[in-house]
């Protein structure tokens, strides 16, 4: 399984960009797929998070409201458009999925996740 992130880049402080994983080698129809961020000497944080089955989302509540995860069974791919971005949403973005139908408490942690994208830039100017 290869996850490919893509759509990353530089945007100012209130802009938007939509972030897309596409996923290869294996057909998703159930299992979890997320978004996690990384910043520069700090940890992988959760972002957003998908059920493939029932289409079921989760946020935190850093981007609840602003962020927006998706998905297109057909293409085999999610989405994470991003609104009114901040410069604290500066990061490089890394898509996950799982083929397990994670719990809550559970996809929010990048260890229960079983592959990964390469990452994607983010940056947002002030």
């Known amino acids: 399984v290869q996850l490919q992130a893509s759509g990353g880049g530089l945007v100012q402080a209130g802009g938007s960009l939509r972030l897309s994983c596409a996923v290869s080698?294996?057909?998703?129809?159930?299992?979890?797929m997320g978004w996690f961020r990384q910043a520069p000497g700090k940890e992988r944080d959760f972002v957003a998070a998908i059920r493939l089955s029932g289409g079921s989302t989760f946020y935190a509540d850093s981007v609840k409201g602003r962020f927006t995860i998706s998905r297109d069974n057909a293409k085999n791919t999610v989405y994470l458009q991003m609104n009114s971005l901040k410069p604290e949403d500066t990061a490089v973005y890394y898509c996950a999925a799982d083929p397990q139908t994670l719990m809550a408490g559970s996809l929010i942690r990048a260890r229960y996740y079983d592959w990964w994208g390469q990452g994607t830039q983010v940056t947002v100017s002030s």
């Open positions: 080698g294996r057909t998703f129809s159930s299992g979890t």
